[in-house]
């Protein structure tokens, strides 16, 4: 085991400060699936649902330029119960979701969990998300393939399944959640960013501070004495991210907030920037913003 | 490493235990073998019982390779470290990160280190640069890379017997050794006229220079890297039959570092780096000659030893293990052709802890995966193992040229409930005093690490591996220094504790099996004149299946291994000695495909099948140039040691991009220079 962390740690040492000369991954070059959510019917904050109950999961996705369709497949089954690799079905999927979602719309679909589903379990969704070609899963070996020139992308989503004393409800982005060079940054459904008074403007190249803040609630206790630890996602297709992942840790005090810096494209890049912004929380539960820059 | 445990009740401390390391109960035995005067096994013999002449006895062992104090520390490409010397022998390699050295195709657990017969815990210091001990303490440090004696056991690979000379009794003398990597000193000298007593203490210059060399933005270096190491040897000749020896000794490594932000590849990766692991141990032995015909030897050892490791917010390691073991070991000289050995090994560890953490593992067999797609497990550990054994073994000559030397294991294994029992059988036809034929059948029993036989985290119905091995070969003498031995070897594994798919319950069964086979060639020149050298080469092949399925290649399986060392003395305190290996790339597994893992954010691959790709072919060479000026009452040595000289970038792995579709080569070390002064007074 000790060989294990030292392993670890040496790979660290090594890498940490290098330039990634690999693709980085806060990039979103291709088409690539960000995360998942799930809404409890009836209950929509909580990611928990219980046995009988039904859940929404709705799938995001990220794209380089403009947003495509999608068609998807996924099984949901009971996990095995291991600790590394892939996660697995324990047993045979009870139920298997198929559907195509127009562009702009996120796969999604509902789950009805068995009623005999042990509470604090997890259950597991398995799928393939294509956004060229039909989509195919193999149940036995969980692979996924697409039928198409996109090779798409095969998921797993664990979930827990709820009780009165795990219930866990999704984290949330509050309005004011964004800040880009200290100003306001909102949401904008505009096909034109710079048309939107709400989207922040850069100039080509010009270097920017981009910071999330997390309301503290966000961070649930749970158990005798644990907090959640909030893992924050950011991502975009344009200019370059210091780095995707920042963390809210349990012992962080308030205000809770994080700063990562990025450069907007060179001139003439084609594509409008989208940030991508998911916040997890260390029991499976998720939520996510998205924001755009005017670049001119 | 052995750590992670359980809760247990604690038990009693075993009662100190009896052991020893072997004296040969020689003269009417060696009679017949050398037709010497003695045939001491070991050399401090010569000294205690008035030989006249060198001739090493045989080994009980089908093979037994030495090297000698003069070599231990001049091994270009080693820094001057005696644990590193052994690589340059068949059978031997030690890749990058390694524990210990990989021996016969065995993993790294399943051989062992001895230091003057009692278990080291932690062999190797960061970077696996120098070893826990100060090489010019050593005597010599002999390698049985199979088929060893029943004197040793708990192990299915080989053992590293690391021998410790006595102080010096002439007078008081000592040696300062600067070099970049760190700084050292030994003190020894008599004690009256029947004793002896040493010093050595060792320290890295790593931290002194890490923040300029190793400066980012990206950590903080709250502790540089330090190590560090002491050595203390007493040696009491109370009466002419009696030699009593007290060492203690110790190791520490310590560095901690503050990650400024999360990886990018695997964010559980942040925040907090430390690694501190440290062990001392006092070790004391007591040989006695009984009798013209008889002698005893007895040792007792005792320790304690930290593994601290943290890694990030969700892996953290802080096991303490309180170490108490022996051996006693009585030869006898049944008559002029039977020799007689007897004796008694007894290793107790008390672990105290917790482990917080992905599932350990050893690596082997499986893919590595991001931690932060592992889930974490946690354990406390109180836990006591208990390991007494007990052994005989007859050396028989029914004839001066042969020797044959059964004997038998009996091993209690307390944390499994087992006995394992081990007969072997060597034996060594000397055609004539340059030819000699060898062969030797044995079988070799190994617990399971303690952490995956524990309760209640693991499988504690786990029982011993075991392994059959057999060996046979020659050896040549073509004179008093040059010589040649041939060896080939099958070793066939059974019971191999394996990790459960994924993971899950009980985590660690006894499905695993394996089988080795190859050959091996060492040519070697002794250091006894300017010239001094070896050729070693290693051909063979070690496969490994895993819950009954097909047999696939070992992780570190390496198809030839070639090594050539020599020095010369040039004259005028001028020495120059070079170093160069050749061997197959290592096995890499390929990435067949991934999954999206939307719970962590992170990607899972998914394995091709495992080791089916090679890396490149490895070369590498070392070269070490010495220059000394003797003056009346001392000496002043400067040297420089480069390690891979022409700068050859070898591959010791891929690193892939956050979603396994690109990939790219992780290089070994570049050129690596070490200049040093010594002192010797």
Redesign the interface.
């Known amino acids: 085991?000790?060989?294990?962390?030292?392993?670890?740690?040496?790979?660290?040492?090594l890498?940490?400060?290098c330039a990634?000369?690999?693709?980085?991954?806060?990039l979103v070059d291709r088409v690539r699936?960000?995360?998942?959510s799930v809404a409890t019917e009836g209950d929509p904050s909580r990611a928990t649902p219980h046995p009988g109950e039904t859940a929404h999961v709705v799938?995001l996705l990220g794209f380089p330029s403009e947003a495509l369709p999608s068609s998807w497949v996924f099984v949901a089954c009971r996990e095995?119960?291991?600790?590394?690799?892939?996660?697995?079905c324990g047993e045979r999927p009870f139920a298997r979701f198929e559907g195509t979602s127009d562009a702009g719309r996120a796969p999604a679909f509902d789950v009805t969990l068995p009623a005999a589903f042990a509470p604090d379990g997890q259950l597991l969704v398995?799928g393939q998300i294509c956004t060229s070609g039909a989509p195919s899963f193999d149940e036995a070996t969980?692979?996924g393939s697409c039928r198409g020139a996109d090779p798409g992308?095969?998921?797993?989503?664990?979930i827990t399944v709820g009780s009165a004393a795990n219930d866990n409800d999704s984290p949330v982005f509050t309005s004011d959640a964004f800040t880009f060079d200290g100003a306001p940054w909102g949401a904008s459904e505009s096909a034109d960013p710079c048309a939107d008074a709400l989207v922040p403007a850069a100039a080509p190249g010009s270097a920017h501070r981009v910071e999330i803040a997390m309301p503290d609630e966000a961070r649930e206790a749970y158990g005798a004495s644990s907090r959640e630890?909030i893992?924050l996602?950011h991502l975009v297709n344009a200019g370059e991210l210091?780095?995707?992942?920042?963390?809210v840790?349990p012992s962080a005090a308030p205000p809770l907030r994080v700063a990562v810096a990025w450069t907007a494209p060179a001139a003439g890049s084609a594509s409008t920037p989208r940030f991508y912004f998911?916040a997890?929380d260390d029991r499976?539960a998720?939520a996510w913003a998205t924001r755009t820059i005017c670049i001119r | 490493?052995r750590?992670?445990p359980q809760r247990r009740m604690l038990q009693l401390l075993l009662a100190a235990v009896v052991s020893g390391t072997s004296l040969v109960a020689r003269r009417a035995f060696a009679e017949t073998t050398t037709k010497a005067e003695t045939t001491a096994e070991d050399p401090d013999l010569e000294e205690e019982f008035g030989a006249t002449a060198r001739v090493e006895a045989p080994p009980r062992e089908v093979t037994k390779r030495t090297l000698e104090a003069k070599e231990l520390t001049r091994v270009p490409g080693t820094f001057g470290d005696a644990l590193r010397a052994v690589e340059v022998l068949p059978g031997v390699t030690l890749p990058p990160?390694a524990?210990q050295p990989l021996i016969r195709g065995s993993n790294?657990q399943d051989s062992q280190v001895f230091f003057d017969g009692a278990p080291v815990p932690i062999l190797y210091h960061f970077g696996n640069f120098k070893s826990f001990v100060n090489s010019r303490l050593l005597e010599r440090v002999d390698f049985y890379p199979g088929n060893f004696s029943t004197r040793y056991g708990r192990a299915t690979g080989g053992v590293i017997e690391v021998r410790p000379r006595d102080p010096r009794q002439d007078r008081w003398g000592g040696v300062v050794d600067v070099s970049l990597l760190d700084s050292s000193a030994i003190v020894e000298g008599p004690v009256g006229s029947r004793a002896s007593m040493g010093m050595a203490a060792r320290r890295s210059n790593i931290d002194l220079v890490f923040k300029s060399l190793?400066g980012?933005?990206?950590?903080n270096t709250v502790a540089a890297p330090l190590y560090y190491d002491y050595q203390y040897i007493a040696s009491i000749r109370p009466t002419d039959r009696d030699r009593v020896r007290v060492m203690m000794y110790g190791s520490s490594d310590r560095v901690e570092?503050v990650?400024a932000?999360?990886?990018?590849?695997d964010?559980a990766?942040?925040?907090q780096?430390a690694?501190g692991?440290q062990f001392h141990r006092i070790q004391s032995s007591w040989r006695r000659q009984l009798s013209g015909a008889a002698s005893q030897d007895i040792q007792i050892t005792a320790g304690s030893s930290k593994?601290d490791?943290v890694?990030g917010?969700n892996?953290q390691?802080r096991i303490g293990v309180i170490d108490i073991g022996g051996r006693a070991e009585w030869t006898f000289a049944l008559s002029s052709r039977v020799r007689a050995v007897a004796g008694l090994d007894v290793k107790n560890e008390f672990y105290r802890g917790t482990?917080t953490?992905?599932?350990?593992?050893?690596?082997e067999g499986?893919?590595e995966?991001k931690?932060g797609?592992?889930?974490t497990?946690s354990a406390v550990a109180h836990l006591t193992v208990a390991q007494p054994a007990a052994y005989v073994e007859l050396g028989v000559r029914p004839f001066d040229a042969l020797l044959v030397t059964p004997g038998v294991r009996v091993d209690w294994f307390s944390n499994l409930g087992r006995v394992a029992v081990d007969p072997r059988l060597s034996a060594r036809y000397e055609v004539s005093r340059r030819l000699a034929f060898k062969a030797g059948v044995g079988s070799f029993s190994q617990p399971p690490e303690p952490?995956q036989a524990a309760a209640s985290f693991s499988n504690p119905n786990l029982a011993p591996m075991r392994a059959i091995q057999t060996s046979a070969g020659f050896d040549y003498r073509f004179t008093d220094t040059i010589s040649v031995g041939v060896e080939g070897f099958y070793k066939r594994l059974e019971d191999r504790v394996v990790d459960t798919?994924?993971?899950?319950?009980p985590?660690y069964v006894n499905d695993g099996a394996g089988r080795v086979w190859g050959a091996e060639l060492l040519a070697r020149v002794a250091p006894r004149d300017r010239v001094s050298g070896l050729v070693s080469y290693t051909i063979s092949r070690s496969e490994r299946s895993d819950h009954g399925g097909a047999y696939r290649l070992f992780a570190y399986d390496q198809t030839h291994v070639v090594a050539a060392s020599c020095g010369v003395a040039l004259g005028r305190g001028w020495e120059l000695g070079g170093t160069f290996r050749l061997m197959s790339g290592r096995p890499l597994t390929a990435i067949a495909?991934?999954?999206?893992?939307?719970?962590?954010?992170l990607y899972?691959p998914?394995s091709g099948p495992l080791y089916a790709e090679r890396s490149p072919v490895f070369h590498r060479l070392d070269v070490r140039l010495e220059k000394k000026w003797t003056f009346s009452s001392f000496s002043l040595a400067t040297y420089l040691d480069v390690q891979n000289v022409y700068n050859q970038q070898s591959v010791e792995g891929r690193?892939?991009?956050?979603?396994y579709?690109?990939?790219?080569v992780v290089a070994g070390l570049p050129v690596l220079p070490s200049l040093g002064l010594r002192g010797e007074l």
């Open positions: 085991m000790n060989a294990v962390l030292k392993t670890a740690f040496a790979a660290a040492v890498t940490s400060g990634d000369p690999l693709t980085p991954s806060w699936v960000l995360g998942a799938w095995a119960g291991t600790l590394r690799g892939a996660p697995a398995l969980a692979v992308t095969t998921v797993d989503l664990r630890t893992q996602s210091e780095r995707q992942f920042s963390f840790e998911v997890r499976g998720a | 490493m750590s992670l990160n524990q790294f190793a980012s933005a990206d950590f570092l990650f932000k999360p990886a990018d590849d964010p990766i942040r925040g780096f690694i692991t593994f490791v890694l917010p892996s390691q482990y953490g992905p599932q350990p593992t050893d690596g499986t893919l995966t931690f797609t592992q889930r497990v952490w798919v994924g993971g899950a319950h985590r495909g991934r999954t999206y893992d939307a719970t962590s954010d899972i998914r690193r892939y991009n956050y979603d579709t690109k990939s790219e």
